[in-house]
């Protein structure tokens, strides 16, 4: 599934929507993980748990998009998917700086 293949692009959830209905699986069972604000932006309106990729030199903070998980580096995904329902959660990475791993509600 591609951009071209829906009417509208993220941050509108539809494409996300399309898959979730072609892979027959539901947005409350579902992460969606990316490095972009429309992509934490069209999985929060999917109603998705999120998982934002925090690439060296993001300048985005967590206000400004608020998601789920923030991760530091892809192999730490597998912490997320093992339990996608806990409070909001930093998981650590190479790059990260230490300190206490969850966030604030």
């Known amino acids: 599934?591609?951009?071209?293949?829906v009417e509208?692009?993220?941050?509108?959830?539809?494409?996300?929507?399309?898959?979730?209905r072609l892979l027959g699986s539901e947005?409350?069972?579902?992460?969606?993980?990316?490095?972009?604000?429309?992509?934490?932006?069209?999985?929060?309106?999917?109603?998705?748990k999120t998982a934002w990729l925090?690439?060296?030199?993001t300048s985005l903070?967590?206000?400004?998009i608020s998601p789920d998980f923030v991760l530091f580096e892809i192999p730490k995904l597998l912490e997320i998917v093992r339990n996608p329902f806990?409070?909001?959660?930093?998981?650590?990475?190479?790059n990260d700086e230490g300190g206490n791993n969850e966030y604030p509600n």
């Open 8 to 20: 509208k692009i993220k941050p509108d959830p539809e494409h996300l929507l399309t898959a979730l």
């Open 27 to 48: 947005p409350q069972r579902s992460l969606m993980v990316g490095d972009h604000t429309t992509d934490i932006i069209a999985g929060k309106s999917a109603d998705m």
């Open 61 to 64: 903070s967590l206000d400004d």
């Open 86 to 94: 806990s409070p909001r959660k930093r998981v650590s990475g190479e």
């Open 1 to 5: 599934l591609t951009r071209d293949d």
């Open 54 to 57: 925090k690439r060296p030199n």
